[in-house]
């Protein structure tokens, strides 16, 4: 069964970086990676901040939080 | 060919933890990927720096510097 993986960004510049490496790193036979635009899908911000999302970009893993560099904190796309 | 990937740390809690779910996710098939413990390979430190790492853990894929969440900064670690 594949493990779930959200990467979750905001289409910044920084998410943009980290977006194209994290897509390319990921192995795709084991993980089931999903992208969310938080800016385009607000709808999905309260379900990011309960996995512990402080700032985007950031990738959970199996519900683990993994902000990776920092674009713009979560609070800025409400 | 592979593509080179490195994985610093200094074996904080924080960077325990991102080490797991890093070294779980990337794909080995294409990734090379190198852990460092920078607290027990203080030589590395220059390296790192000249790759833009300014924390730990931080993964630099093919040269682009990515701090994954923050467990000490590298100035700490002098």
């Given at each position: 069964m594949s493990i779930q993986a959200i990467f979750y960004h905001a289409g910044c510049p920084v998410c943009v970086i980290a977006e194209n490496k994290i897509t390319d790193m990921v192995d795709r036979e084991r993980f089931d990676l999903e992208i969310v635009h938080l800016g385009d899908n607000k709808s999905r911000l309260d379900e990011a901040e309960a996995a512990?999302?402080?700032?985007?970009p950031a990738l959970v893993v199996d519900g683990v939080p993994l902000h990776i560099n920092h674009g713009a904190d979560l609070s800025a796309l409400r």
């Open positions: 512990g999302v402080k700032s985007v």
